[in-house]
């Protein structure tokens, strides 16, 4: 049995704690690239932070631990009002994926609830005229100098008795070399390098309920786009029209009885896709069967014993949040208090199912009254799907190491850290934690604070480095292995 890693605190992003927060500063997406060079962070006020990682050779001899610094920031959606059914369109930021990198520009999706934009974040060079040079005589003698002297139709040859001439040229050549000598040419330089970030495409009037999440094809042109009860099949270059692959919506509204939640392509395959509904199901779509795929190819669900069902059994089983594995032969899927790994050739229960906090069972009529119990969690595994990553309530995040079996539980917290305020929109500094990793059955339900909790997170697609957001800040940890 291989050893733990062992995680440590590596940098913070953002402000000093949730009694700090405003509203539109508090995180609502993250997104490494496919690089794990940036990192994307969305606001619920419309913005996206753009995270770039240091290669400084001198601070990676103080430090082993990753480092990133602050690359760029800009406004990708605007609050708005619906007309026609008298609704406000909120600017929170729901998803982020990266595109594949063209030349030297990045390219990065984000939506809000009703509008997708394809963003392009590039380096340009802002460039000034300069005037304060002046030409000397010898650096243009050669070439306009010499373009400037008089033509032999405007000179006059006398010969003498002799055979010889002599030229006599006009008195203005003199001055003109003079004038040559002291003539001012201006020259284009670079004042400075900025990022900049215009949108190449915007893809709306596709959706009538809320987006939840977008996925980017394997194929790098295509990309599904969900809603509470359809699923739409985009190119990114065309945003006039998109294809209708999923729809679950009834006849009648009365009849409804689930809604999707989430929904992903195969890292792999571009023709298979997933998406996950209210009612704990997994279903698995394969666009060659046909046009639409309202009947899956595959449906992942545990049984669960009716005498064991309760008023809560339908909200807690509500998948929030689905990943498939790099490889694409596993499932990671998050609902309200477990977290379940499931075998794609295995579709009538999970190959492991891990508690996240059961202890908070007893509390679900208080997480009911209070609306805890409809938060939604995110999920992500590492590169080889050995490790999986959720958070919980308390600013707690716990990682599930699948070859020794322990599931390590730390606090996202500046306790240990310098209190020095800043926003997203700010460069930050590293800092420094030695705080001990918690055991879950050490954790105290009435202890818990429910306000604070890590719903976003990600893990970078090589390394073993993880982001997750709480309230209004980014924390990076980094792991190493015990030697």
Not at 160 to 181: I, K, P, Q
Not at 272 to 300: E, P, Q, W
Not at 309 to 336: A, P, Q, T
Not at 347 to 354: C, D, G, Q, R, Y
Request: net charge neutral; proline share 4%; with cysteine.
């Amino acid at each position: 049995m291989t050893e733990p890693l062992d995680w440590r605190f590596s940098q913070t992003f953002g402000g000093k704690g949730n009694e700090d927060a405003s509203d539109a500063d508090v995180v609502s997406a993250i997104e490494f690239d496919q690089t794990g060079d940036f990192i994307a962070v969305g606001d619920r006020g419309g913005r996206v932070l753009l995270l770039e990682r240091t290669h400084d050779k001198q601070s990676s001899k103080k430090s082993k631990l990753p480092e990133y610094r602050f690359y760029s920031e800009f406004q990708s959606h605007e609050p708005e009002f619906d007309y026609l059914k008298s609704l406000e369109i909120e600017e929170k930021i729901n998803k982020i994926k990266w595109c594949p990198k063209q030349n030297d520009a990045q390219f990065l999706l984000t939506t809000n609830d009703k509008t997708i934009k394809l963003w392009k974040v590039y380096e340009k060079k802002i460039k000034q005229v300069s005037t304060s040079a002046t030409t000397t005589g010898p650096s243009y003698n050669g070439s306009l100098a010499s373009h400037n002297t008089r033509s032999p139709s405007h000179t006059t040859y006398i010969y003498n008795s002799s055979g010889a001439h002599n030229m006599n040229n006009n008195m203005n050549n003199s001055n003109n070399n003079n004038n040559l000598n002291n003539f001012k040419i201006p020259k284009l330089t670079t004042r400075e390098t900025v990022v900049t970030a215009t949108p190449r495409k915007i893809f709306q009037n596709a959706h009538a309920y809320h987006i939840n999440s977008i996925s980017l094809n394997s194929d790098g042109e295509t990309y599904i786009s969900s809603d509470d009860l359809r699923i739409h099949l985009w190119n990114l270059n065309i945003n006039t029209e998109c294809f209708n692959v999923v729809d679950i919506k009834p006849t009648n509204m009365e009849d409804l009885t689930e809604v999707i939640t989430s929904a992903e392509f195969h890292p792999t395959s571009c023709n298979i896709f997933m998406y996950s509904s209210s009612k704990g199901t997994i279903k698995l779509g394969d666009l060659r069967s046909s046009a639409l795929c309202d009947n899956h190819a595959k449906v992942f669900e545990e049984y669960e014993d009716p005498s064991n069902k309760s008023f809560f059994s339908e909200i807690i089983s509500s998948i929030s949040d689905i990943k498939f594995s790099r490889d694409g032969r596993y499932i990671l899927s998050r609902d309200f208090l477990t977290l379940k790994l499931w075998d794609i050739n295995m579709e009538n229960k999970p190959v492991k199912t891990i508690q996240i906090h059961d202890y908070l069972k007893p509390k679900l009529c208080d997480l009911y009254e209070n609306d805890c119990i409809f938060d939604k969690f995110e999920c992500t595994l590492n590169h080889d799907g050995t490790q999986m990553l959720t958070g919980s309530y308390h600013n707690y995040l716990h990682i599930y190491d699948r070859n020794s079996k322990q599931d390590v539980c730390l606090e996202a917290s500046k306790q240990a850290t310098k209190s020095k305020t800043k926003t997203l929109t700010t460069k930050m500094k590293l800092r420094s934690s030695k705080k001990e990793p918690k055991k879950p059955e050490d954790i105290h339900p009435d202890a818990i604070e429910y306000t604070k909790k890590t719903l976003h997170c990600a893990w970078h697609p090589k390394d073993n480095l993880i982001a997750v957001g709480a309230a209004n800040t980014v924390y990076l940890y980094a792991a190493t292995e015990n030697k």
